[in-house]
């Protein structure tokens, strides 16, 4: 009797899974991420499940499949092929306790034209979906993602309209037998178009690997194309070939012509683009399936092929290479960074020889640099690199922070070579070599051994560039381009690198004031830059929490003689209409001078980042009415003494990042910048709140008499303002959003300056506006160091801290909790959607207001093993999460600011 679709529907539903995939490293075509898509059981009694190739990944993954009763159960990578769509993961039959999966039988002979089909899987992120289809199509091209993306060739595809969209990866395409006739593998949404895999070299890598043997996989490194007969015949192929070719394959309509070679591949020199093939070793080869078993039969083997070139036939002997032996199995991790040797894969698109090393992450050590994903590197510090072996061997001689040469080309423009110098980063980030053990589906990691210790500095001596302009002689010896790179972003920081002028503020010392959309955190790696010649390291000393400056000490020593000089500051007022010179500094170390006046001095309003990041407040900014765009400098009287460090503001407008440039009075650095030439560590009265200003008029609407507001206009007649609280962080006591500030320890005051003046002791008495009626309240400020976050827990994929300045005054978040800077993709954090910007408020049910409470709650934990997590968003929303562990790819460390600068602390 023949089956309904509803009886094989329910059998083949029983062995189909859901799998849940962390893929936690980029490799080869593939990025890390997390996602899901399908699989099913082919063998119930060996655990094995078919799923497609880019599922089952080239590289690292950690999966797990969600059976039909929602049995949770991990999965390992036991083979995926080097070109083909498809993979296999195995499971343990005996951990699954209710169910007893069926398996589905591969029947690759029922794929025919005007089959009626079913594709049975997780598709668009449903636990199960069954859509319909009809085959329309069983020698379709393979379809192309995309030439930097994985692309399966020398292959049919099946063809169907059913419309099968993201996680329908690895579905069984069945028909009303239950029987398993293609592997769906992708889809073109705009037609409902579905790509289905077809099983003939998948059946015979399931039989040799449940019958334990190793899957030989064979190729001339050349990729064919299947081409009709009418496009033959204006490639040469001669009639009586044609004839003979098309009597021993009736139905067939065409035959396999070169499309791509490998320069430098076996085939290299021997085999042209638009060559016809006729025959392997002596056998009619008139398509892909053939030509397969045929190379996979004979690696390492040499083969006879016959073929036609423009009308000629044409006899050439070639060896089979081993395709397993072309695709990487190994990877370096450095710097963030991650190489692997270049795959075949990569190679064939951009038809480049298979030599240099792949650059599949650019991580901390090349993203300063113009590498990217997709580069090849060739040599390394002027040693060629044809494999991942010479890299490692090269990269691991290199000291910390050692500068060198990398010789490289993009993929993308292959025939262009590219020379860039790096800098070796052996602090932030582990050095690791990592390599697949198909036994256990892993990559288990080894340690590089420690770096040479670096080479002790030498002194060097250069000259400034000469230039006729005297203002740009007075300050030139005092302005350094300053780069900031950070290794990892904290405190809700948007970007890696930053570059920005810097002053010379005490050159005895070695001290260099700059704005803090230059050096916006302390997590950093500093380098100054003198006259465009000498490059020297910095180290960060201070950040003002509000007022948009940094402090930076740096080793004069290291300048020789070279003609540096400390800025003269001026802290003086600067009013509207004030003549000003502006001198700049350009990339390039271009300096220039600009006659100017003052504009506006004006209190700085700022749009609120999302997520929170340090945003200058509490002060005022100085426009110019004319200024050239620049990395920033000084603000100079007739005397080139300098009033202000002209400065960038950087602030969020929507999505997008942007720098404005103002001026900042040395008013407000004066005090701070002599505190240092003492010897002495400044400190900043916090007071936990944001003012902001309003008019004389709105004051009075507000309830403000007439006495108080005439005193306010004769404090300060010109700008007729008065300055309200706008937001406030929660250890700001006393305050209330809305509060008026009319006087500060006694007097009037309309600034921000004249409240911190006013400080005594950390503690002032302010006379405030409530709600119409006059107050007095004792406030008490917070001191904060200028050390910024100094404590960094990278633990299950996320980066957890303290919540940050920004985040308490600007969304009033709690000062405890472990709160989350970052996540990264393909880690328990990103699966468990442990987002940016919420904190972890308890741990397996126990409070975790710091660091090293959660620590203690967390610790201990093997892993694989969960962990219950309480978090709250900025909003104050609660959610219980649940995280399970991944220590094999992201171990548990942490980043400490120590007097000897950053250490990294191993916790597992």
Request: hydrophobic content about 40%; some cysteine; aromatic content about 6%.
């Amino acid at each position: 009797m023949t089956p309904t679709w509803r009886e094989s529907l329910e059998r083949v539903c029983a062995a189909v899974v859901s799998v849940r995939i962390d893929a936690p490293r980029p490799f080869d075509t593939e990025w890390n991420g997390s996602s899901q898509a399908t699989a099913f059981v082919v063998d119930a009694e060996q655990g094995l499940l078919l799923s497609n190739r880019h599922v089952v990944q080239p590289g690292p993954v950690v999966a797990e499949a969600v059976f039909l009763d929602h049995e949770e159960i991990p999965l390992r990578p036991v083979y995926r092929d080097p070109v083909h769509d498809f993979g296999f993961f195995r499971y343990d039959p005996a951990a699954l306790r209710f169910i007893r999966p069926p398996a589905l039988r591969l029947r690759p002979d029922k794929a025919l034209v005007g089959t009626e089909l079913r594709v049975v899987g997780n598709d668009a992120g449903e636990k199960l979906s069954i859509l319909a289809g009809t085959l329309a199509r069983v020698d379709r091209p393979a379809p192309l993602y995309g030439s930097s993306k994985y692309n399966d060739f020398n292959t049919f595809y099946l063809q169907a309209a059913s419309g099968a969209t993201g996680g329908s990866s690895g579905s069984p395409v069945v028909d009303i037998e239950g029987n398993v006739i293609a592997l769906n593998a992708g889809s073109r949404t705009q037609a409902a178009s579905s790509f289905f895999l077809p099983l003939e070299r998948v059946l015979r890598a399931f039989e040799l690997l449940r019958a334990g043997q190793p899957i030989p996989r064979g190729t001339l490194m050349t990729t064919f194309s299947y081409t009709p007969f009418d496009e033959l015949a204006r490639l040469g192929l001669r009639p009586e070939t044609e004839q003979a070719c098309r009597a021993a394959d009736p139905g067939g309509i065409g035959l396999l012509i070169v499309d791509k070679l490998i320069p430098g591949g076996v085939t290299d020199g021997l085999l042209e683009p638009g060559d016809i093939l006729l025959r392997v070793d002596g056998e009619f080869i008139p398509r892909f399936v053939p030509l397969e078993a045929h190379l996979d039969a004979s690696v390492g083997q040499t083969i006879t092929l016959e073929l036609e070139r423009g009308g000629r036939p044409l006899t050439v002997r070639a060896r089979v290479h081993d395709l397993h032996a072309i695709s990487p199995s190994t990877y370096l991790e450095i710097g963030g960074a991650i190489l692997h040797d270049l795959s075949y894969q990569r190679a064939r698109n951009p038809q480049v020889p298979l030599t240099g090393v792949y650059l599949a992450n650019s991580g901390y050590l090349f993203s300063p640099l113009d590498l990217d994903r997709g580069a090849v590197i060739r040599a390394i510090a002027g040693v060629p690199t044809p494999d991942l072996a010479a890299a490692e061997a090269v990269l691991g001689s290199l000291p910390h922070a050692a500068p060198f040469m990398v010789r490289w080309i993009d993929l993308d423009q292959p025939t262009r070579e590219h020379v860039t110098v790096a800098t070796m980063d052996r602090r932030w980030f582990a050095m690791t070599r990592s390599t697949r053990d198909d036994a256990s589906g892993r990559w288990p990691s080894a340690d590089a051994p420690p770096p040479p210790p670096p080479p002790p500095r030498t002194p060097v001596t250069t000259n400034l560039p000469p230039s006729d302009n005297v203002r740009v002689q007075q300050v030139q010896p005092s302005l350094v381009t300053v780069t900031c790179n950070i290794p990892y972003k904290i405190d809700g920081i948007h970007a890696t690198r930053f570059v920005g002028a810097g002053l010379v503020v005490d050159a005895r010392r070695g001290l260099v004031l700059v704005d803090r959309n230059t050096v916006p955190i302390a997590l950093a790696d500093i380098t100054l830059t003198v006259a465009g010649a000498v490059e020297i390291p910095g180290e960060i000393a201070f950040l003002h929490p509000h007022h948009n400056y940094a402090l930076l000490s740096y080793d004069p020593a290291l300048l020789g003689d070279t003609p540096i000089r400390a800025v003269d500051l001026a802290p003086r007022p600067l009013h509207p209409g004030d003549p000003v010179w502006l001198v700049g500094l350009k990339s390039g170390h271009r300096v220039f001078a600009q006659s100017t006046a003052v504009a506006a001095v004006e209190a700085v309003d700022l749009p609120l980042p999302r997520p929170p990041r340090f945003r200058a407040m509490n002060l005022e900014r100085i426009s110019l009415t004319s200024a050239t765009a620049s990395l920033g400098g000084a603000i100079v009287d007739s005397e080139a003494r300098v009033v202000a460090l002209w400065a960038g503001f950087s602030y969020q407008d929507g999505k997008d990042h942007r720098v404005a440039e103002y001026g900042i009075a040395a008013d407000l650095f004066a005090e701070a910048v002599e505190i240092f030439r003492r010897g002495e560590s400044p400190i900043v009265c916090d007071l936990g709140v944001e003012f902001g200003t309003v008019t004389l008029a709105e004051a009075r609407h507000r309830g403000l008499s007439p006495e108080t507001a005439a005193e306010l206009e004769g404090h300060d007649p010109l700008r007729r303002q008065v300055l309200v609280v706008q937001r406030l962080a929660a250890f700001a006591r006393g305050w209330q959003a809305g509060d008026l500030v009319l006087r500060a320890g006694g007097a009037t005051v309309t600034s921000v300056r004249e409240i911190e003046r006013s400080l005594r002791g950390g503690r002032v008495t302010v006379h405030l506006l409530r709600d119409g009626r006059e107050l007095e309240i004792e406030v008490v400020t917070r001191p904060d160091d200028g050390r910024g976050t100094d404590r960094v827990l990278h633990w299950a994929g996320a980066l957890l801290q303290a919540p940050h300045h920004a985040a308490l005054i600007q969304r009033a978040v709690p000062d405890e909790g472990v709160y989350i800077s970052l996540y990264w993709y393909g880690s328990p954090a990103s699966r468990s959607r442990l987002r940016a910007a919420r904190r972890i408020v308890a741990a397996e049910d126990r409070p975790t207001p710091d660091i090293d409470s959660f620590l203690a709650a967390v610790g201990g934990k093997p892993d694989r093993a969960s962990v219950r997590l309480k978090t709250v968003d900025l909003d104050g929303k609660v959610d219980l999460l649940t995280l399970r562990l991944d220590l094999e790819y992201f171990p548990t460390y942490e980043l400490r600011r120590t007097r000897d600068g950053w250490v990294r602390i191993e916790h597992s």
